[in-house]
Each structure stands twice: as C-alpha cells, then as structure tokens.
C-alpha cells in the first residue's frame, strides 16, 4: 500500500517544499478515549511552521482563517477533543510537533491514496447538519483521494466519513505531512513518537513507514 501512495506534479508545483511521512499500523485494537488533552503553550512554538500552511492553503485559492489547516485548528482549542484511543494518539503529536497528521481507516480505501489537485466532480462525503451530504471540492482545490472520491478536503482540512478511524478499526494509515521551516529530522522524530504510542494501545501492531521527499 504505502509504495503506490502518491504525490501529483501539480502539488509539486505549487509547494517543492512538501514532505510526507506515511505510516501504516495493522492488527490495531482500538479502544475508547482516556480522556482529553491540553493544548496550553504549545501554539506559539508551532506558529513557523502553522504559517507555513496558511500560505500553503492561500496559494490554491482558500483563506486559512475560514477554513484553517488540521493543526491549527487543534492547537486554537483549549483541549483536544476526546474520540478514541488511535485518533486521540495521533492528534496529541500533531499538536505537540506543530505538524498536521490525518489517520485513515486503510480497510475502506479502495484503490493507493493519492495527493492531486482537484478536477471539482469529485465526491466527498461529509455530514451536515446531522445528515450525510455528498460536496464537491473547488477546482484546483488540494485533495487526498482514492480510486471512490476525497478523503481529506484542503490538503488537511476535513476528512471525509468514509475512511475515518474509529474503535473498530483494525489497520490504519497516517499521514504527517511537512512544508519548510519543518526539518525532515523533527518530522522523522514526529513519526517515531506516534509509532511508540500505536504499540502502547497494541504492543503486537505492526508498523511500517515510507518517507516521500521533496
């Protein structure tokens, strides 16, 4: 799975800067939340790197303060919000290495993930007011993808339902995402501290990781 995992030109193009560490975690138990977390003084220390993406998402056409990256938008809440033993985990090391990460439920993926830009037929499958909706992203927006339609809308902005990670999920996909200021060596340490905290919820999990780099 992880080797068929790509980055289009077009993104490229837009950000040469991009750096991705993927990670795959099979045989999973997850389990429900331990509870929440602060995010007190983490913000400023992640603030190069979080205005890094703002000028990301700036740059296919959307304003970062209506739509703001993953990790920014962690990090403005008071606490972590508390969903399950795997998400809680990789939410924790975003906030805590100013770095956004999506977590994948890799059983309902039909077809590698793929990071394009977007024709705007795609389908995205969201909820609205407490019903699923189908959206379409922007043409040109930056979209995760498989063979079904978008997983993640705006780079890392929200993830679709589909492909969510919840307590019956028993093989995961991560993915860590860098722009410069970020080094390679933090975004590297980033993965390694999720990985220690995935074989703490399952000490059997398999880990395995792929590094795409500029």
Known sequence: MLERISVDDTVRTLRPDFAVLLMTAEGLVNGPSAGSESTDGLAEAATPHVEAWREAYRGFGVNPKRARPSVDALLRRPELPAINGVVDAYNLISVRHGLPIGGE??????????????????????????????????????????????????????????????????????????????????????????????????????????????
């Open 105 to 214: 439920d890799l059983d309902t993926y039909v077809g590698p993930a793929r990071l394009t830009r977007a024709v705007g037929d795609e389908e995205f499958g969201t909820v609205k007011e407490g019903e699923p909706v189908v959206e379409h992203p922007e043409p040109g927006e930056v979209i995760w993808r498989d063979d079904v339609g978008v997983t993640c809308r705006r780079w890392n902005w929200r993830q679709c339902t589909r492909t969510r990670i919840t307590e019956q999920t028993k093989n995961a996909l991560f993915i860590l995402e860098r722009l410069e200021p970020y080094s390679l060596d933090r975004l590297i340490e980033a993965g390694d501290e999720l990985a220690g905290l995935l074989r703490a919820i399952t000490p059997g999990a398999t880990v395995t990781t792929r590094l795409i780099e500029p």
